[in-house]
């Protein structure tokens, strides 16, 4: 009943082609937007913001890189957290040695420089298919951590490569509280999705969706296969480069390049299959689960094991993380391979049936 | 009436995996507005004489004229920013994307915002969306494919999907279209369709059309001339009523010990 | 000389090592398609198997018996709750897939088995043959040259396998065309099941050999990884290549450690070891873009 779309017309090829063309969506939005931005920073607790709220939506940018490159132009990638590594650490170079520049052209170029990086490891991409192009980007994914330790120069000359981000200004007024920095990193994520969003439904999204789809067939009707990988390393590092950015500067404040490790790699690659390749709101949906999981687990595991009088140590519980990790990504590929962008959208569908059956 | 001109002229075309000769010396040509029918048993190598077409094999002997001028080692890219489009036998649609989407990969050619400027969803990237939209919505009407523009085409019958794969073809404005067994598997009246808008194509958008098909009703009903080929040799070329009365035409059909 | 000489002989069976593990991933591969991520988790759950029935107070035979049938169960398991359920789903679903079932493996195995890293006692030292070392003064190890010897013999076998017998024929058919090869009446779940029974006995063999020069220690999993560009070199579907591959990466992985970093330090100053984390991955991506097949593998040739 509530979510009808009878009476709402489309009348221009302009309206048609809206992010929200159905009325509730568009009023829904808004709701949410409100609430993330005046709702939250008003009730939402110091732990929430800083532990939850703001790496998920660092997350959800990251798996929103990854989306790019591996769900809409179909190449796999291993390396994402690299090109955060390069995002993090270049915009942290900036900061540190030009006097006097905005924290955001800074982080802009950080993400430039990830992207120079995703551009240089997506060349051989033409080529290499696969497979073989996960292997590449576990290349990309070694020799960029190995570099940015063993040249101290990226790290300032600290030991083993920590970096410590800088301070951040924004018209004199600093940005160091949980609620400004939350603040901070919702502006800049909702206007890369939104820029993201654009991409992926112009001209460009398409050509990657068929390159992901039958390349040789892409290639008969015009499509420039090179071209079409390497904007799609292009953005998808520059993304990935920003997520690393928020990461370092408005999430931890201290990083090295171990925490960029192939384990982090795999966890964003994992939020993209649950969340939902080829899909927007999968990236929220993804990172929020695989975030949440941890927690989930942590609490319920040793009430569990009261209950059941079976004594759980601490290593054990991280191995029944891997378990579940694991069984949930075989359970998601068997079930619903487009993972819980699919289920809500199945949702939504018999939501624009109800109360009636069919 | 004037001469037509030749669109394709292809001369001494020879093409071979490895061991296997898929065409042999093959010399035809091609005129400007006509339907020009590719027939021959299975394996005759057709589908690779379209491959060759349209730069996705490239012949180890033999030359290639388009619109008389020698065509130079090329790429499907780079043919179809000529005007060269296609179909294929097993249709090659993009399974993820719904069939508007399908349809609008197919301007992809004419359409030139880079991502920047999509990605802002700027002035030219936007109005150049919806202009390609709109010639979009025109192949759509023309294919009557109105209904299902909104569906993923993994959901469609094979029949649609043939349909759409035409759609996509044509709304690249191709000056050459090339079709391999657009009726494959369709029933009488869906290849009834199917003809009625080939046909249309033809004669109201004057696009030159070479066909592949096993349907000889459909060959001799819509074909101006016809090519036929057996085990990559040429065997036959002219009028489809000429040929039906050749003996190696009807022997190679009929079959006979080689 | 020598010590180049030492070098190179070590990167050998380094690399054999490698192509023990890259084994794995051919022969699952070569039946089913299937790029089987969860290789080196399969050797950590084998090598767990063996010393966690040893601490319960079984004698090493009977352990390692005891660890085959485990990894027979995880064959079945695999097959039964996974791979039929997949079955017609594009490589790289497959690929995601078994990515899911390393996790579940690496969990899987210290809960039944103990986390604490033991060692396994195969009775070979890991010490110079005295005589080679007396002869030339090159150290050759005991254990390296028994590893080595092991691990060609059980190649032969395979190849053997796989070419002369009516198994080896069903199993490349599977791995061209499923849907033809049931068509012909090849029963693609037995063959599979035996394919990654005999993947999980390779893999026992695998953690016996890396679990006794290394202990067995969770970084045993991520053997996996190293096994990539020797796949990559080798092929995907070649018993052989991998071999090759693994000698290849192997001896180029152990000179590139010893002889770049002093190259660099001179430029750069500083400490720049640690080259063999990335310098098999590059090496394989490089020569990707000559050969993007591999040495032995097929040409992949797209019928539109």
Redesign the interface.
């Known amino acids: 009943m509530l979510y009808r779309e009878a009476g709402q017309y489309k009348v ?3 309206s048609d ?1 809206q992010i929200f063309p159905i009325l509730q969506d568009r009023i829904g939005i808004l709701i949410i937007l409100a609430i993330a931005v005046f709702a939250i920073p008003m009730f939402a607790s110091e732990y929430m913001l800083n532990a939850i709220l703001v790496p998920f939506l660092i997350f959800s940018l990251a798996t929103l890189g990854l989306n790019f490159l591996t769900g809409y132009a179909g190449q796999l990638s291993l390396g994402s957290a690299a090109f955060m590594a390069v995002g993090a650490f270049a915009a942290y170079n900036f900061q540190l040695r030009i006097e006097g520049i905005p924290f955001l052209i800074s982080f802009f170029l950080g993400g430039v420089c990830a992207a120079m990086v995703g551009i240089a490891f997506g060349l051989p991409s033409l080529r290499i298919k696969g497979f073989y192009l996960a292997v590449a980007t576990l290349a990309a994914q070694f020799f960029v951590l190995w570099c940015l330790t063993k040249f101290s120069w990226f790290s300032n000359n600290s030991a083993s490569g920590v970096i410590s981000a800088q301070p951040l200004f924004l018209f004199g007024f600093p940005i160091n509280t949980p609620t400004t920095k939350y603040l901070l990193v919702l502006a800049i994520v909702v206007f890369l999705f939104w ?1 993201g969003k ?2 992926v439904r ?6 990657w ?2 390159v ?3 390349d ?10 090179m071209k079409t990988k390497l ?1 799609a390393f292009a ?1 998808s590092s520059f993304y990935c480069g920003m997520a690393g950015v928020l990461y370092a500067f408005c999430y931890l404040g201290t990083v090295e390049p171990d925490g960029f490790s192939l384990e982090l790699s795999f966890k964003i690659l994992f939020m993209v299959i649950i969340g939902g390749v ?1 899909s927007i709101l999968g990236n929220f949906l993804g990172a929020a689960f695989i975030l949440l999981l941890p927690i989930v687990l942590d609490l319920t595991l040793p009430v569990i094991s009261q209950m059941l009088n079976l004594p759980i140590s601490g290593s054990t519980v991280s191995h029944i993380q891997l378990m579940v990790f694991g069984a949930l990504i075989i359970f998601f590929l068997i079930v619903e391979p487009h993972g819980l962008a699919r289920l809500w959208q199945i949702g939504k569908e018999k939501l624009r049936l109800w109360p009636f059956p069919h | 009436m004037s001469e037509a001109k030749t669109v394709l002229r292809l001369e001494n075309i020879s093409l071979s ?1 490895g061991g296997v000769k898929a065409l042999t010396n093959i010399s035809f040509d091609v005129k400007e507005h006509e339907i020009r029918s590719i027939i021959g048993p299975n394996g005759a190598g057709k ?1 690779s004489m379209l ?1 060759v077409i ?1 730069g ?1 094999y490239h012949p180890q002997q033999g030359t290639i004229y388009f619109r008389d001028k020698v065509r130079q080692k090329m ?3 780079q ?3 000529q005007g060269i ?2 179909t ?1 036998q097993n249709i ?6 719904t069939v508007l ?1 399908n349809i ?6 004419k ?1 030139h ?1 880079n ?1 920047l400027m ?4 700027w002035g030219p ?2 109005n150049e ?2 202009l390609n ?2 010639k979009v ?1 025109e192949v759509i009407d023309f294919l009557e494919i109105q209904h299902i523009r909104k569906t993923p085409v993994g959901k469609l019958s094979y029949g649609l999907q043939k349909r759409v794969e035409l759609a ?2 044509l709304a ?1 404005e191709p000056s050459l279209l090339l079709l391999d067994e657009p009726m494959a598997g369709m029933n009488v009246e869906e290849k009834q369709d199917m003809c009625r808008f080939i046909l249309e194509v033809n004669q109201q958008y004057g696009v030159t059309i070479v066909l592949i098909e096993h349907d000889m009703g459909v060959v001799m009903d819509i074909s101006d001339r016809v090519v036929v080929l057996d085990y990559g040799k040429k065997i036959g070329d002219g009028l489809p009523a000429d040929l039906m009365k050749n003996p190696d035409v009807i022997s190679a059909y009929l079959g006979t010990n080689h | 000389m020598l010590f180049f000489t030492e070098i190179v002989i070590s990167g050998i069976f380094s690399g054999l090592m490698y192509a023990l593990v890259a084994l794995g991933f051919v022969l699952i591969f070569k039946a089913s398609g299937v790029f089987n991520f969860a290789q080196g988790a399969m050797i950590y759950c084998a090598a767990l198997a063996v010393v966690g029935l040893i601490d319960i107070g079984l004698p090493m035979w009977l352990a390692v018996i005891g660890s085959f049938v485990f990894m027979v169960f995880i064959g079945f398991g695999t097959q039964r709750f996974m791979l039929s359920k997949l079955v017609n789903q594009p490589p790289i679903t497959l690929f995601m897939a078994t990515i899911g079932l390393s996790f579940f493996l690496d969990g899987l195995g210290p809960i039944l088995f103990g986390s604490d890293v033991r060692p396994i006692n195969l009775g070979i030292v890991d010490e110079p043959i005295q005589s080679i070392m007396d002869n030339t003064g090159i150290g050759i190890s005991k254990f390296d040259l028994t590893a080595s010897g092991i691990i060609i013999l059980l190649v032969i076998v395979l190849t053997l396998l796989f070419q002369y017998t009516k198994i080896g024929r069903a199993l490349r058919a599977v791995a061209d065309d499923h849907q033809a090869a049931l068509s012909i009446g090849i029963p693609l779940k037995n063959i599979w099941t035996i394919v990654w029974c005999i993947a999980g006995f390779v893999a026992l063999i695998a953690g016996l050999l890396w679990g006794s020069r290394n202990g067995v220690q969770f970084a045993l999993s991520l053997t996996a990884l190293k096994a990539l560009p020797v796949l990559i070199l080798g092929g995907f579907t070649s018993v052989p290549g991998a071999i090759i591959g693994g000698i290849i990466i192997g001896v180029s992985e152990k000179l590139a450690e010893i002889y770049i970093p002093p190259v660099l330090q001179d430029a750069f100053g500083g400490n720049f070891g640690g080259i063999e984390s990335w310098f098999a991955y590059v090496f394989a991506l490089v020569f990707l873009l000559f050969r993007p097949e591999g040495l032995f593998g097929e040409k992949h ?1 797209d019928r ?1």
């Open positions: 221009s090829y302009q082609n820029i654009n991409i112009s001209s460009t999204g398409r050509s969706m068929a992901r789809d039958m040789v067939a892409a290639e008969v009707i015009g499509i420039p296969l904007i953005i080829g | 995996f589908s491959n349209n996705v790429d499907p890219t043919a179809a920013r489009a296609r294929f090659a649609l993009f399974k993820g994307m989407d609008m990969t197919g301007r992809n050619t359409m915002s991502f999509n990605a802002l969803w990237a936007r969306e919806i939209r709109r919505e996509r073809a690249a | 040739i539109v």
